[in-house]
């Protein structure tokens, strides 16, 4: 079971960039479709961003499409997320994730990190 470690939030103003990791071990970001989701209180984890386990396919919620790029590097084993321009509405808890998959028409995953909070300051 692969276990997975972000790293890189924080505050950050409107605008702003902010680059998030997620190191994996017990696996390796190569074999997994990976992804990103985030959280706010009081609302489901929604998706963000997902990048096949050959890194030749991204794909993006509506919302961050433009503005955020995922990537991997399988050397170092860890995922990224690059956010730039962001909004105040993209402060949430970001999660990374591991067997990302569609279900039902919503993307969902088998394993999780334990989350790094983002904030954006208006």
């Known amino acids: 079971q692969v276990q997975l470690v972000e790293s890189g939030g924080g505050l950050v103003q409107a605008g702003g960039s902010l680059r998030l990791s997620c190191a994996a071990s017990g696996g390796t970001v190569s074999s997994y479709r990976m992804g990103w989701f985030r959280q706010t209180p009081g609302k489901e984890r929604e998706f963000v961003a997902h990048?096949?386990?050959?890194?030749?396919?991204?794909y993006y919620a509506d919302s961050v499409r433009g503005r955020f790029t995922i990537s991997k590097d399988n050397a170092k084993n860890t995922v990224y997320l690059q956010m730039n321009s962001v909004k105040p509405e993209d402060t949430a808890l970001y999660y990374c994730?591991?067997?990302?998959?569609?279900?039902?028409?919503?993307?969902?995953?088998?394993?999780w990190g334990q989350g790094t909070q983002v904030t954006v300051s208006s």
């Open positions: 994730a591991a067997n990302v998959t569609l279900v039902r028409g919503k993307f969902a995953a088998s394993t």
């Open positions: 990048i096949a386990w050959s890194g030749g396919f991204t």
